[in-house]
């Protein structure tokens, strides 16, 4: 049960677009359409950006889309906002009925 | 709305034991499977375990595999989390959590968590 690979930290300037990459293994992200992504505030609980690779959750900006192509899955966020910065975590099912989560990458907006 | 309360966290010795509740309101709650996550202090999320919708199945995280049971009640509407063997290393934020369906992984509510520090 290895963590999920995501860069520890990003960083863009309002207005710009990043993107945080997800990388796992064929028993986990690239074996499954179960690749979500989180959004955490300090002192605060997670909340789902992004479910099943690529749907945005009723609520959640427009500017915020996943993707995935093998084993690597990827959050994108355009037209950066102050409010975005955060930490992102990605998680996945995997083949032996557990979920793995990423290390997390934070994200500065400057 | 969906509520997750979490209670029963606290400090506690090395060795010991310690139950984690999970109140649920504001949906069907034997409709969905149920998560524990947990996050140490200054650190990522870490999955715990996971219980199926009616309790038939379970999965658990290597780390707390033979020292954590998670277990539910429908009637109740609870989670549980039975925490024995505890280790330093289980100092973390408890968060209850709800599975978008049976067990995904996809977890689109969350409570906000309670604290168990282990320590002598």
């Known amino acids: 049960q290895s963590a999920l690979t995501q860069p520890a930290s990003v960083s863009g300037s309002p207005g710009q677009s990043i993107t945080i990459s997800c990388t796992g293994t064929s028993s986990d992200v690239g074996g499954y359409k179960y690749v979500s992504w989180y959004q955490q505030h300090p002192g605060k609980a997670p909340k789902l950006m992004i479910s099943d690779v690529s749907n945005r959750p009723s609520g959640v900006s427009n500017r915020f889309s996943g993707s995935k192509s093998g084993n690597t899955a990827s959050l994108t966020i355009s037209g950066l906002q102050t409010e975005d910065e955060a930490d992102y975590y990605c998680?996945?099912?995997?083949?032996?009925?557990?979920?793995?989560f990423g290390g997390g990458t934070k994200l500065t907006v400057l | 709305q969906v509520q997750l309360v979490e209670s029963g966290g606290g400090v506690v010795q090395p060795g010991r034991s310690l139950r984690l509740s999970c109140a649920a309101s504001g949906f069907t709650f034997s409709n969905n499977g149920m998560h524990w996550v947990r996050q140490a202090p200054g650190k990522g999320l870490e999955w715990v375990a996971v219980i199926w919708y009616d309790g038939s199945n379970e999965h658990y995280a290597d780390s707390v595999k033979g020292r954590f049971t998670i277990s539910r009640d429908n009637s109740r509407n609870t989670l549980y989390l039975q925490l024995n063997s505890l280790r330093v290393e289980d100092t973390a934020v408890y968060y209850c959590a709800r599975d978008r369906e049976l067990s995904t992984g996809c977890i689109d509510y969350w409570g906000q968590g309670t604290l168990v520090t282990v320590s002598s």
């Open positions: 998680n996945s099912y995997t083949s032996s009925g557990t979920v793995v």
